[in-house]
Nanobody
Framework: QVQLVESGGGLVQVGGSLRLSCAASGRTVSTYTMGWFRQAPGKEREFVAGISRSGRSTYNADSVKGRFTISRDNAENRVYLQMNSLKPEDTAVYYC?????????????????WGQGTQVTVSS
C-alpha cells in the first residue's frame, strides 16, 4: 500500500501560479503510475494529468495543456503539479492518485490509492 498527502494548494489570482506536491509513504512511488485529478463543487471528479512510473511519459487533459506540468521525483517519493496561468475554472479540490497502470491513464477507477486533496481557489 501507499499513502498520499497533497500540499501546496491555496488562494491565487487569475494568471498566477501554484505548485502542488504529493508526498508518498509506504511503498515506493516508483512502483506506480501517478495522476492528478480535480473536483469542483457540483461536478464530477476529472482527470488533470498523469505520469508514467519512469516519468518519461506524461499526459495532460486538454483543459490544462500548455499551462500545467506534472513531474515526479522517485528518489524523494514525490509527485508535483506545476500550475501556471491559472483560471477561475481551475478552482477545485486537487487529488493525487497512484495506480498500477501501463503508461499513463486518465481513468479514475484505474487508480487504487488517493490522497485527501488540497483546495485550489483562483480568484478573478
Amino acid at each position: 500500500q501507499v499513502q498520499l498527502v497533497e500540499s501546496g494548494g491555496g488562494l491565487v489570482q487569475v494568471g498566477g501560479s501554484l505548485r502542488l506536491s504529493c508526498a508518498a509513504s509506504g511503498r515506493t512511488v516508483s512502483t506506480y503510475t501517478m495522476g492528478w485529478f480535480r473536483q469542483a463543487p457540483g461536478k464530477e471528479r476529472e482527470f488533470v494529468a498523469g505520469i508514467s512510473r519512469s516519468g518519461r511519459s506524461t499526459y495532460n487533459a486538454d483543459s490544462v495543456k500548455g499551462r500545467f506540468t506534472i513531474s515526479r521525483d522517485n528518489a524523494e517519493n514525490r509527485v508535483y503539479l506545476q500550475m501556471n496561468s491559472l483560471k477561475p475554472e481551475d478552482t477545485a479540490v486537487y487529488y493525487c492518485a497512484a495506480g498500477v497502470v501501463h503508461g499513463t491513464s486518465p481513468v479514475a477507477h484505474q487508480y487504487d490509492y488517493w490522497g485527501q486533496g488540497t483546495q485550489v481557489t483562483v480568484s478573478s
